[in-house]
């Protein structure tokens, strides 16, 4: 009786602090629990061993748990094992009086075979190699333990197992036999950190509840793509939109389509243009008739008929030519006129000189560009002078200064027949000739236009 206790123990010991172990890397850990059966041989040869593993006569069985086993998945098929049984034995061969305690404490290298053959999911055959402690009636030795068996799984975690194997030893102290066990396996601690079933290891997306058909990551809209490759993870799609839908079937994704309920095409933006102007129907004024993106998609109007478009129409409510800017036809404009004459007052001369004073070229060029751009205009261009010197020599100087304005006109273009110069000297003054001041703008040059 101590010695049974002593063997419970022993095995209570090895469940609670032992490595359990399990039969893959997803469920690193397994317990088993069954029954076993010892039959001793007298070492024969092979056959008369067979002969006496399958003769049940002398086999020695306790009909009740007599086998603990826990395990620990190694890596590449390899698992070790703990294992610890229990026996009453009332059969040895050759023995006519036996009832004696067995148990023994092994430590076991397993190999599945399935590494070898290929997976066949319910079934793992196995070999074992290891060795065990064993106590048989008060005699105790440690033992060579050498084996095969199999895991038939009924579903992911559970098990029957099956497991045969010879134990022999180094000295006469406990006679060589066979041990043969058959029981519940039960594997676990596979992780699973969002719970869809598919294990860490085996999970592409580990933290989020997948599908199976997606090695564990998820499809939210159900459209067959998987939210990763999926534009639109939360809107139902099209595999050749990217998993996006296409209302409108104009083989734009609605995401990227502007007008997702109407046909378009990818220039536009997913949107119709119906009269085909660039102006997408949603923006234009006139969806059925051409016209520019500045009016709305609408065309220019032409108010007054005469070709030209009230955009580029001066005069929209009256008829003109182009070349006038739709305007009747005039010989040159107020504000032309204006412009000249302000370009006038400012070319100033050396005191008693015909020459310019730097920079009067500039403004003379100004008044080239407005009569090139009336052609029809005729110009005078009069010459007035102050009253220092005598009236005689003003008058000429004053002549000299329009014909300079003149000569330098022609030398731009400007046809002679257009322009005519006069001098006035000192008769037309505008200012007191008493000052400085009054006196600089009498010194002055008029371009005046003779027709309109």
């Given at each position: 009786?101590?010695?049974?206790?002593?063997?419970?123990?022993?095995?209570?010991?090895?469940?609670?602090?032992?490595?359990?172990?399990?039969?893959?890397?997803?469920?690193?850990?397994?317990?088993?629990?069954?029954?076993?059966?010892?039959?001793?041989?007298?070492?024969?040869?092979?056959?008369?061993?067979?002969?006496?593993?399958?003769?049940?006569?002398?086999?020695?069985?306790?009909?009740?748990?007599?086998?603990?086993?826990?395990?620990?998945?190694?890596?590449?098929?390899?698992?070790?094992?703990?294992?610890?049984?229990?026996?009453?034995?009332?059969?040895?061969?050759?023995?006519?009086?036996?009832?004696?305690?067995?148990?023994?404490?092994?430590?076991?290298?397993?190999?599945?075979?399935?590494?070898?053959?290929?997976?066949?999911?319910?079934?793992?055959?196995?070999?074992?190699?290891?060795?065990?402690?064993?106590?048989?009636?008060?005699?105790?030795?440690?033992?060579?333990?050498?084996?095969?068996?199999?895991?038939?799984?009924?579903?992911?975690?559970?098990?029957?197992?099956?497991?045969?194997?010879?134990?022999?030893?180094?000295?006469?102290?406990?006679?060589?036999?066979?041990?043969?066990?058959?029981?519940?396996?039960?594997?676990?601690?596979?992780?699973?950190?969002?719970?869809?079933?598919?294990?860490?290891?085996?999970?592409?997306?580990?933290?989020?509840?997948?599908?199976?058909?997606?090695?564990?990551?998820?499809?939210?809209?159900?459209?067959?793509?998987?939210?990763?490759?999926?534009?639109?993870?939360?809107?139902?799609?099209?595999?050749?939109?990217?998993?996006?839908?296409?209302?409108?079937?104009?083989?734009?994704?609605?995401?990227?389509?502007?007008?997702?309920?109407?046909?378009?095409?990818?220039?536009?933006?997913?949107?119709?243009?119906?009269?085909?102007?660039?102006?997408?129907?949603?923006?234009?004024?006139?969806?059925?008739?051409?016209?520019?993106?500045?009016?709305?998609?609408?065309?220019?109007?032409?108010?007054?008929?005469?070709?030209?478009?009230?955009?580029?129409?001066?005069?929209?409510?009256?008829?003109?030519?182009?070349?006038?800017?739709?305007?009747?036809?005039?010989?040159?404009?107020?504000?032309?006129?204006?412009?000249?004459?302000?370009?006038?007052k400012q070319i100033l001369f050396n005191s008693g000189r015909s020459e310019f004073k730097p920079g009067v070229t500039e403004k003379l060029d100004g008044i080239v560009e407005v009569m090139n751009?009336?052609?029809?205009?005729?110009?005078?261009?009069?010459?007035?002078?102050?009253?220092?010197?005598?009236?005689?020599?003003?008058?000429?100087?004053?002549?000299?200064?329009?014909?300079?304005?003149?000569?330098?006109?022609?030398?731009?273009?400007?046809?002679?027949?257009?322009?005519?110069?006069?001098?006035?000297?000192?008769g037309q003054p505008i200012a007191s000739n008493k000052t400085a001041e009054g006196k600089a703008q009498n010194r002055r040059v008029i371009v005046k236009v003779t027709n309109k």
């Amino acid at each position: 009786m101590k010695r049974l206790k002593l063997a419970v123990l022993a095995l209570f010991t090895l469940v609670t602090i032992s490595s359990a172990n399990a039969q893959d890397e997803n469920n690193p850990w397994a317990i088993g629990f069954g029954v076993n059966i010892v039959d001793f041989y007298d070492g024969t040869n092979f056959t008369d061993q067979m002969k006496d593993l399958l003769g049940s006569s002398d086999w020695n069985f306790l009909p009740s748990i007599s086998r603990i086993t826990a395990e620990k998945y190694l890596e590449k098929g390899f698992s070790l094992q703990f294992a610890g049984s229990l026996n009453k034995i009332t059969h040895v061969k050759f023995e006519n009086d036996s009832d004696f305690l067995y148990y023994n404490l092994g430590l076991n290298v397993k190999y599945d075979l399935n590494n070898l053959i290929g997976e066949t999911s319910w079934f793992d055959p196995f070999v074992y190699l290891g060795g065990t402690y064993v106590s048989a009636d008060s005699n105790n030795e440690g033992m060579l333990n050498v084996g095969l068996g199999f895991n038939s799984w009924f579903n992911e975690n559970i098990g029957l197992s099956f497991q045969t194997g010879t134990l022999k030893g180094f000295s006469d102290n406990v006679q060589d036999h066979y041990q043969s066990s058959l029981g519940i396996v039960i594997k676990f601690g596979g992780k699973d950190t969002d719970g869809d079933g598919i294990y860490d290891k085996n999970d592409a997306c580990p933290e989020v509840a997948g599908l199976k058909e997606f090695n564990g990551c998820p499809d939210s809209d159900g459209d067959g793509i998987k939210d990763s490759d999926d534009a639109c993870p939360n809107v139902a799609g099209l595999a050749s939109m990217n998993g996006c839908p296409d209302t409108d079937g104009d083989g734009i994704a609605d995401k990227d389509d502007m007008c997702p309920n109407e046909k378009g095409t990818k220039a536009n933006n997913g949107c119709p243009d119906t009269d085909g102007d660039g102006v997408v129907d949603k923006n234009d004024k006139c969806p059925s008739v051409a016209g520019p993106a500045a009016n709305g998609g609408c065309p220019w109007p032409d108010t007054d008929g005469d070709g030209v478009l009230d955009k580029d129409d001066k005069c929209p409510k009256e008829v003109g030519p182009a070349s006038n800017n739709g305007c009747p036809d005039e010989v040159i404009s107020k504000d032309a006129e204006d412009s000249v004459g302000e370009f006038a007052k400012q070319i100033l001369f050396n005191s008693g000189r015909s020459e310019f004073k730097p920079g009067v070229t500039e403004k003379l060029d100004g008044i080239v560009e407005v009569m090139n751009k009336y052609s029809k205009a005729n110009f005078v261009i009069e010459g007035h002078t102050d009253s220092d010197g005598s009236a005689a020599l003003n008058s000429k100087l004053s002549k000299q200064r329009a014909m300079a304005v003149r000569d330098y006109l022609v030398r731009k273009g400007i046809a002679t027949t257009r322009l005519d110069a006069q001098g006035f000297g000192e008769g037309q003054p505008i200012a007191s000739n008493k000052t400085a001041e009054g006196k600089a703008q009498n010194r002055r040059v008029i371009v005046k236009v003779t027709n309109k």
